[in-house]
């Protein structure tokens, strides 16, 4: 049968992927500056998320999908579903979303369908559909909790979820516990392959590990601003297998180019913080430091990113994607309105050296430890 697409950037891909044994570095030059590339092995590109008998393997750059929940531009379904495919065709195959995030799940279930009736079963076989359930803290009982997997399970049409992320408002509220164990349940049952948390705390995670709830990993907030992930948290992961899936990498688009230089002081003279996402990490370097050290900070990664031929956004997310425990990060995607796979690509091929990484480091630590400003993961979403 005729497929009405174009499959060649994906059957490239793999062409490349298969005539590669492992991974190998090479050097490139354009416009005179060196490249330091490498071939990336489909191995190399994802990661295994795994406790105990669950295992689930993700692309390394996760396509992140709060932005279809409002705030970022209207979102045009037909345009918005084409894109991810686009995503999806380039290698980027895993997509992040909520119950929360507007028609996410929904654009899910088109996309999936379109996947497995126009795209091969390699490409099938490679799509991760990662969802969250965010409840409003009430009992937990087995009926409610099955009753509104199977609300995500049928709006992404899919008769398992890859991945189920739950988050949890009121600690002083023990009912995340008897919602964990109704979510194990349901993964036993063959609703879910695997279970995860997101914007968990150290304390917290060490809890729900010692009630035997097999949890793969942990969804947070982590840049180079925000490294409080890398102190209790990183511990923890890596004496149990947890992985980080980490948010907030690009603090909504800061850590780029168009906001080098920018004098935010000026009314309308710099780039307006225009979308949710933007006002939210303008706050969180506030926090940090200010935006004249947040400067210092952009110039910093424009050196490593120009040595490289990348841009900010490549090295900022691939710094925390060399960071212990750290399975995947998350870039948001703004469905029909703008792509970045060239740089979400570039990411993955991105090898940063020592003195790349130390230059990045100095200046993160030049902020305020924001564990102590703020607290552990998932804190600024609990205080009052």
């Known amino acids: 049968m005729a497929l009405s697409i174009n499959q060649s950037?994906?059957?490239?891909?793999?062409?490349?992927?298969?005539?590669?044994?492992?991974?190998r570095r090479r050097v490139q030059v354009r416009h005179g500056v060196e490249l330091r590339c490498q071939v990336v092995s489909e191995r190399e590109r994802r990661a295994i998320v795994k406790r105990e008998i669950d295992s689930l393997d993700i692309c390394r750059v996760v396509n992140g999908m709060w932005q279809t929940s409002g705030g970022w531009g209207r979102i045009n379904r037909d345009d918005a579903v084409d894109a991810m495919l686009q995503y999806a065709d380039n290698g980027l195959s895993t997509f992040d979303m909520a119950d929360h995030y507007g028609p996410a799940e929904d654009l899910y279930g088109i996309f999936i369908n379109r996947v497995r009736r126009e795209r091969p079963p390699e490409l099938l076989d490679q799509v991760r559909g990662l969802t969250k359930w965010v409840p409003p803290p009430v009992k937990m009982t087995a009926s409610y909790v099955k009753e509104n997997i199977n609300i995500s399970r049928k709006r992404m049409d899919v008769p398992c979820l890859d991945m189920l992320q739950f988050?949890?408002?009121?600690?002083?509220?023990?009912?995340?516990?008897?919602?964990?164990?109704?979510?194990?349940?349901?993964?036993?049952e063959g609703k879910l392959k695997t279970l995860a948390l997101t914007n968990f705390d150290t304390e917290r995670l060490h809890i729900i590990l010692e009630n035997g709830i097999p949890i793969v990993s942990n969804q947070v907030q982590h840049s180079v601003v925000d490294m409080r992930p890398q102190q209790r948290m990183a511990e923890l992961c890596q004496l149990t297998g947890v992985k980080l899936i980490t948010y907030g990498t690009v603090m909504g688009g800061l850590l780029s180019e168009k906001f080098l230089d920018a004098n935010l002081a000026i009314p309308f003279a710099g780039p307006p913080l225009n979308t949710p996402s933007l006002q939210k990490y303008k706050r969180m370097v506030d926090a940090w430091g200010g935006w004249n050290l947040f400067q210092s900070l952009l110039q910093t990664l424009k050196?490593?990113?120009?040595?490289?031929?990348?841009?900010?956004?490549?090295?900022?997310?691939?710094?925390?994607?060399?960071?212990?425990?750290?399975?995947?990060?998350m870039v948001g995607v703004r469905l029909g309105l703008s792509e970045h796979i060239k740089d979400c690509n570039s990411i993955l091929s991105l090898v940063l050296d020592d003195e790349d990484k130390s230059s990045i480091t100095e200046v993160s630590k030049k902020g305020r430890d924001l564990q102590q400003v703020i607290g552990d993961c998932g804190d600024e979403y609990r205080r009052a």
Do not use: C, M
Request: a positive charge; hydrophobic letters at 40%.
């Open 167 to 188: 988050h949890w408002w009121d600690y002083s509220n023990p009912g995340y516990l008897d919602a964990l164990k109704h979510l194990t349940d349901l993964k036993e």
């Open 303 to 329: 050196k490593v990113a120009s040595k490289h031929g990348v841009s900010i956004t490549t090295v900022a997310v691939r710094y925390i994607l060399d960071q212990p425990s750290v399975a995947g990060s």
């Open 9 to 23: 950037s994906f059957f490239g891909t793999l062409g490349i992927k298969r005539a590669v044994n492992g991974s």
